[in-house]
T-cell receptor, first 119, second 112 residues
Framework: AQSVAQPEDQVNVAEGNPLTVKCTYS??????LFWYVQYPNRGLQFLLK??????LVKGSYGFEAEFNKSQTSFHLKKPSALVSDSALYFC?????????????????FGKGNQVVVIP | DVKVTQSSRYLVKRTGEKVFLECVQD?????MFWYRQDPGLGLRLIYF???????EKGDIPEGYSVSREKKERFSLILESASTNQTSMYLC???????????FGSGTRLTVV
């Protein structure tokens, strides 16, 4: 099945320390990968995406992610975490859907990681 | 920037009621999606649409239907609300592949 996995439910990190949120994927063909962040009682906001090119992708709010094809991973990173980074983070992968009238694609999301940055 | 507006942030409905959740986008995007979000389960796709009057079932369509009469509006309908449909509902739109999604702020529905 085409999917992503976020193995940790919660990530706790001290303010100022590096933050890593893990994601592994399973897809047919070349992966299109995304990270989103959700603050309490809000919708998801786009952080960054990998389509092709440089394996290190830079995104919003100082976040970056590293695409690793051999490990089928797309971990989200931030060198120095802020208390305001405390939120729910979702990894997503484009899934090709060929059945039905419309052959098309959609995003499959992981279960999410709660990040808690401790002051 | 694309704006996706969900008509209600919080909604409380009674069991058996017919419930309409509205989603409107302002950027002429073809693709629109409805997800529900539950703790520990992430986002699960209910229905999606790639064109006006077109709809496709997602992973959990049971108990739901949708309507897309105009390009900018995608409505989710709970024909007869039940308590297990208490959840956060998220609408999203997408210009085309490989663009990501733009999400609305969500509607937290409680069925009592």
């Amino acid at each position: 099945a085409q999917s992503v996995a976020q193995p940790e439910d919660q990530v706790n990190v001290a303010e100022g320390n590096p933050l890593t949120v893990k994601c592994t994927y399973s897809v047919s063909g070349n992966p299109y990968l995304f990270w989103y962040v959700q603050y309490p009682n809000r919708g998801l906001q786009f952080l960054l995406k990998y389509i092709t090119g440089d394996n290190l992708v830079k995104g919003s709010y100082g976040f970056e992610a590293e695409f690793n094809k051999s490990q089928t991973s797309f971990h989200l990173k931030k060198p120095s975490a802020l208390v305001s980074d405390s939120a729910l983070y979702f990894c997503a992968v484009r899934v090709l859907v060929l059945e039905g009238v419309y052959g098309n694609n959609r995003l499959a999301f992981g279960k999410g990681n709660q990040v808690v940055v401790i002051p | 920037d694309v704006k996706v507006t969900q008509s209600s942030r919080y909604l409380v409905k009674r069991t058996g009621e017919k419930v309409f959740l509205e989603c409107v986008q302002d950027m002429d995007h073809e693709n629109m999606f409805w997800y529900r979000q539950d703790p520990g389960l992430g986002l699960r796709l209910i229905y999606f649409s790639y064109d006006v009057k077109m709809k496709e079932k997602g992973d959990i369509p049971e108990g739901y239907s949708v309507s897309r009469e105009k390009k900018e509006r995608f409505s989710l309908i709970l024909e007869s609300a039940s308590t297990n449909q208490t959840s956060m509902y998220l609408c999203a739109c997408q210009l085309d592949s490989p663009a990501g999604y733009t999400f609305g702020s969500g509607t937290r529905l409680t069925v009592v």
